[in-house]
T-cell receptor, first 118, second 115 residues
Framework: DQQVKQNSPSLSVQEGRISILNCDYTNSMFDYFLWYKKYPAEGPTFLISISSIKDKNEDGRFTVFLNKSAKHLSLHIVPSQPGDSAVYFCAASAGGPRPNFGNEKLTFGTGTRLTIIP | DAGVIQSPRHEVTEMGQEVTLRCKPISGHDYLFWYRQTMMRGLELLIYFNNNVPIDDSGMPEDRFSAKMPNASFSTLKIQPSEPRDSAVYFC?????????????FGPGTRLTVL
């Protein structure tokens, strides 16, 4: 049972435009969400996270939006750059408020391959 | 900081052989995770440790898999005997609970091929 779903295996976006990557989850106990980026032959790299007490978190060109009622989150990249071409993973955990949360276990989605077209 | 270090980067072995994957976490991190990535199942958590103690090994596929963390700077994942279906990329990650972000930092992975 896939508790974290990324239904789009791939996405192509023109350089300079907005990239929107989507993620859905089924476990209502999830209260913390993260996005990771992965280049070939490298490990995933942490990008940005959001707690369930927020609905938006921004870091430079990256913004994550959380819609708890829909159990949906999205990652917006504006403007998209060629170096953003990678596989993006959504991840979630359940465990209470940080930093004293009790469960470090992350459940990952299957990833979306983003290609930025120059 | 050097980041999470894994060795070897690539391993090719024959079915039935023992395989040992190694990981050195980021210094000062108190959590260590082992993941497996395959095309079919994506990124799966196998086991994780807190302060060198295994906390959750529910993701370990079967008794052929074992993991140890003898000290804060070293962990191993062993497969004995190995089978072709174990072929995957194995990642080690570490994190610091008090950092607050919940982020785990991944190593470059070990690509295992079992013939």
């Amino acid at each position: 049972d896939q508790q974290v779903k990324q239904n789009s295996p791939s996405l192509s976006v023109q350089e300079g435009r907005i990239s929107i990557l989507n993620c859905d989850y089924t476990n209502s106990m999830f209260d913390y969400f993260l996005w990771y980026k992965k280049y070939p032959a490298e490990g995933p790299t942490f990008l940005i996270s959001i707690s369930s007490i927020k609905d938006k978190n921004e870091d430079g060109r990256f913004t994550v939006f959380l819609n708890k009622s829909a159990k949906h989150l999205s990652l917006h990249i504006v403007p998209s750059q060629p170096g953003d071409s990678a596989v993006y993973f959504c991840a979630a955990s359940a465990g209470g408020p940080r930093p004293n949360f009790g469960n470090e276990k992350l459940t990952f989605g299957t990833g979306t391959r983003l290609t930025i077209i120059p | 900081d050097a980041g999470v270090i894994q060795s070897p980067r690539h391993e090719v072995t024959e079915m039935g052989q023992e395989v040992t994957l190694r990981c050195k976490p980021i210094s000062g991190h108190d959590y260590l995770f082992w993941y497996r990535q395959t095309m079919m199942r994506g990124l799966e958590l196998l086991i994780y440790f807190n302060n060198n103690v295994p906390i959750d090994d529910s993701g370990m596929p079967e008794d052929r898999f074992s993991a140890k963390m003898p000290n804060a700077s070293f962990s191993t994942l062993k497969i004995q005997p190995s089978e072709p279906r174990d072929s995957a990329v194995y990642f080690c990650a570490s994190s610091l609970r008090l950092a607050g972000s919940g982020a785990q930092y991944f190593g470059p992975g070990t690509r295992l091929t079992v013939l």
